[in-house]
C-alpha cells in the first residue's frame, strides 16, 4: 500500500511529551468544569502495539487536540473550583447567639438606668444630677397672693384655694386617686346596703368618732354657700348603731351610686380630743392658717393667704419677694412676670369644652358619623389656635381619663365608605337608607362666646375632609337651651364643669345614647363600693368606644412659686395642699 499525502497545513504532529502537557494545561484551564473533564479521554500507549495501530492511533491523538483547543479557547467561561466549606457545629453557634443576648440585654438596662439617669438625658450626652434629698427650713410662713378671698368664714367660703387648704388641714372618710379607686382615712370600712343606705364604720385610732362625723355634716349643712354642701346635701339623716361610737349608717333621700365619693369633706372635731393641725384666724382681712404646738407634720410655720386688688399687684409682689405663690390664667399674666426665676405648674380647674349629641338625631345616632366625626378633628391644632399654654386636649369627661382619642382622615373616609356611605360629587357623603341621608350635622353654639365660636369654625373646616358637612346654627345662649330642651339639634358645643370624682351622671341624658352606654350605666348604678372603681373604668371604656361625646380641650390654671419653694411637684384637680407635710422653703 503506497503512502497517502497528508495536508501539513490543515494537521499538526504532536509529539506524546507535548500531548501530555498539553494535556494537563488544559486540565487546569477546565478545572470545575465537570461535563468537560467527563468528555475527554485520555488514550493509552501500549509499547507493544504494532505498526497497524499507528495510524489509528494518530487519529485519536488528533481527535483529542481538537477537543481540547475547543475546551481552551478564551472565550468560554471557566468556572471557578468552589472553596471548601468550613464546619461550623451547631451548639456553638446557639450558644454564642445566646451570650450575644444576654449582653445586649445587660448593656440596655445599663444605658435605660444609668446612675438613676433617665433614658432620654444618656442618648443626648445630657449629665443629669443625682437627686439629692430636699431639706426643708423649720417654721417657714408660706405667702399666697390671690385676687378674691371671697367670704373669710371657712364653712361658707367658695374659693377654691381656702377649700383646698382646709379639707387638707382636716381629716376626711376617704379620698379618690386619679384612677378612682378609694383611699380610706377616717373611714375603715364603707358598704352599700341598698340604694339609700350605706353603713360605715370609723378607724377608731384617729380618735375621732360618729358624733365628730355627725357635727361635720351639720356644720357644713348650715349654709349651702358651703363648698361642700353639694356633697351633703343628699344625705337624710345618719343612724347610730347601739354603743359603738364608731359605726354608723348614712340614709340618703335619693339614689346616688357615686356617693362614697362625696365623702371627701373635712370632718371637724366636735370635742376638741385631738389638737388641731393648725388653727384657722383672720388678720387685717389675711386668712393665716398657723401651726398648732404639737403638729409635727409640716415644716411650715403658717399659710397666709393675702388679697390683692389686681393680677399686676400680685405679680409685683411676687416678684418684690413678698409672696411665694400666685395664680395666672393667661399669657399676658405670664408675660408680667418677666425675667424673674420661678416655678411653674399645671392642674385643670375643671372647666372642660365638650362636642355632646342628640341620641335621637337621624344622623348623630349612626355610630360610624360620630366615629367620622371624631377622626376629622385635629384637636391638637385647635389647641394651638387658641391659648394653647392653658388649655389641653380631653378626651372624655373625666379629669383622669387615660384614654385617647385619635386623629385619623383615612380612617374617616374608609369608614363612611366601608358603612355605604357614598360622595355626592361636592365632598360630602350620603346614602340611601329609608330613604336619602346627608351626613350633615347641625351645630349648636352661643353666638355671644367668642371663643366656641372659634372653635365651630374649625370644627366645620376640619369635618369636610371627612365628607361631613357642619351647619352652623349661632344663636343666644337662651335659644341654644331651647333647641336643646326641644331635641331640636344633632350635636352642640358646650361647657363642662367636672371636679376629682367621676360623677357624671348630670351628662347622663346626652351620654347614654344606646344600649351599650346605658348597661354600662346600670352596672354604675347597681355596683358595691368594692367593684364601683372598675365599673367607672369599663363606663369610660364604653363611652370611647360609642364615641357618646368628644371632649375638645379642658382649661388650666399656672401655679407660680418661687425657685426656693418645694412641695408642688404633682398637682391634681385643686388639689393644691395634697402633700402639705412636704411643702416649704429649700434650705440652700
Not at 124 to 137: F, G, I, R, S, W
Not at 192 to 221: A, G, H, T
Amino acid at each position: 500500500m503506497s503512502a497517502k499525502i497528508i495536508d501539513t497545513r490543515r494537521y499538526k504532529t504532536i509529539t506524546k511529551s507535548q500531548l501530555e502537557k498539553k494535556r494537563k494545561q488544559n486540565e487546569i484551564a477546565t478545572k470545575g468544569t465537570k461535563k468537560a473533564r467527563k468528555s475527554i479521554k485520555i488514550p493509552s500507549f501500549d509499547s507493544s502495539s504494532n505498526v497497524s495501530n499507528v495510524r489509528i492511533r494518530k487519529h485519536r491523538e488528533r481527535k483529542l487536540e481538537r477537543e481540547m483547543l475547543l475546551y481552551s479557547r478564551p472565550e468560554r467561561t471557566v468556572l471557578k473550583e468552589p472553596k471548601a466549606k468550613i464546619y461550623i457545629p451547631k451548639s456553638f453557634i446557639i450558644g454564642s447567639l445566646v451570650v450575644v443576648a444576654i449582653l445586649l440585654i445587660y448593656i440596655s438596662a445599663k444605658i435605660m438606668k444609668l446612675d438613676d439617669k433617665i433614658a432620654v438625658a444618656v442618648f443626648n450626652n445630657t449629665q443629669q444630677p443625682e437627686e439629692k434629698a430636699v431639706v426643708l427650713e423649720n417654721g417657714y410662713d408660706l405667702k399666697f397672693a390671690l385676687t378674691s378671698l371671697g367670704s373669710r368664714e371657712l364653712n361658707t367660703s367658695k374659693n377654691l384655694i381656702v377649700n383646698d387648704l382646709y379639707r387638707a388641714i382636716n381629716h376626711r372618710l376617704v379620698t379618690s386617686k386619679d384612677n378612682y379607686t378609694l383611699d380610706y382615712e377616717l373611714a375603715r370600712k364603707i358598704e352599700k346596703i341598698s340604694d339609700l343606705e350605706y353603713s360605715v364604720v370609723l378607724n377608731n385610732s384617729y380618735k375621732l368618732d360618729r358624733d365628730d362625723v355627725i357635727y361635720s355634716i351639720s356644720k357644713i349643712m348650715e349654709s349651702q354657700d358651703s363648698m361642700y354642701y353639694e356633697r351633703v346635701s343628699n344625705i337624710r339623716e345618719i343612724v347610730k348603731k347601739g354603743e359603738d361610737e364608731y359605726s354608723f349608717s348614712v340614709i340618703l333621700k335619693e339614689a346616688d351610686p357615686y356617693f362614697v365619693y362625696d365623702l371627701d369633706f373635712p370632718i371637724l372635731d366636735s370635742d376638741q380630743k385631738l389638737a388641731d393641725s393648725f388653727k384657722y384666724t383672720v388678720n387685717n382681712g389675711d386668712m393665716i392658717f398657723s401651726k398648732a404646738e404639737k403638729n409635727s407634720n409640716t415644716n411650715l410655720n403658717s399659710i397666709l393667704l393675702r388679697e390683692y386688688n389686681t393680677v399686676d399687684d400680685c405679680v409685683q409682689a411676687f416678684r418684690n419677694g413678698e409672696t411665694d405663690v400666685f395664680f395666672a390664667s393667661s399669657n399676658n399674666e405670664m408675660q408680667l412676670i418677666g425675667k424673674s426665676d420661678y416655678n411653674v405648674k399645671k392642674y385643670k380647674d375643671g372647666e372642660t369644652l365638650f362636642i355632646l349629641g342628640n341620641k335621637d338625631s337621624n344622623v348623630f345616632s349612626r355610630k360610624e358619623v360620630r366615629t367620622a366625626l371624631m377622626y376629622s378633628l385635629n384637636r391638637d391644632e385647635l389647641v394651638k389656635s387658641s391659648d394653647n399654654n392653658f388649655i389641653e386636649v380631653i378626651d372624655l369627661p373625666y379629669l383622669y381619663s387615660s384614654i385617647k382619642y385619635k386623629y385619623d382622615i383615612v380612617g374617616a373616609n374608609n369608614l363612611m365608605s366601608s358603612n355605604g356611605w357614598n360622595n355626592n360629587g361636592y365632598g360630602i357623603y350620603e346614602k340611601q337608607d329609608n330613604g336619602y341621608v346627608s351626613a350633615t350635622l347641625r351645630l349648636l353654639v352661643n353666638q355671644d362666646d367668642q371663643n366656641k365660636m372659634n372653635v365651630a369654625n374649625s370644627i366645620k373646616q376640619m369635618a369636610q375632609s371627612a365628607g361631613i358637612n357642619i351647619e352652623i346654627q349661632a344663636l343666644p345662649q337662651a335659644d341654644v337651651q331651647a333647641r336643646i330642651d326641644a331635641k331640636d339639634y344633632d350635636i352642640v358645643l358646650a361647657t363642662v364643669y367636672l371636679n376629682e370624682t367621676p360623677n357624671i351622671s348630670f351628662l347622663k341624658d346626652y351620654l347614654n345614647i344606646n344600649d351599650a352606654t346605658n348597661q354600662a350605666f346600670e352596672q354604675v348604678e347597681n355596683s358595691s363600693v368594692e367593684d364601683l372603681s372598675s365599673n367607672v373604668q369599663n363606663l369610660e371604656f364604653v363611652l370611647s368606644d360609642e364615641v357618646a361625646c368628644i371632649g375638645v380641650y379642658a382649661r388650666n390654671i399656672n401655679l407660680v412659686y418661687q425657685k426656693y419653694i418645694y412641695g408642688f411637684e404633682n398637682l391634681n384637680y385643686m388639689r393644691i395642699f395634697s402633700n402639705l407635710d412636704k411643702i416649704g422653703k429649700i434650705v440652700e
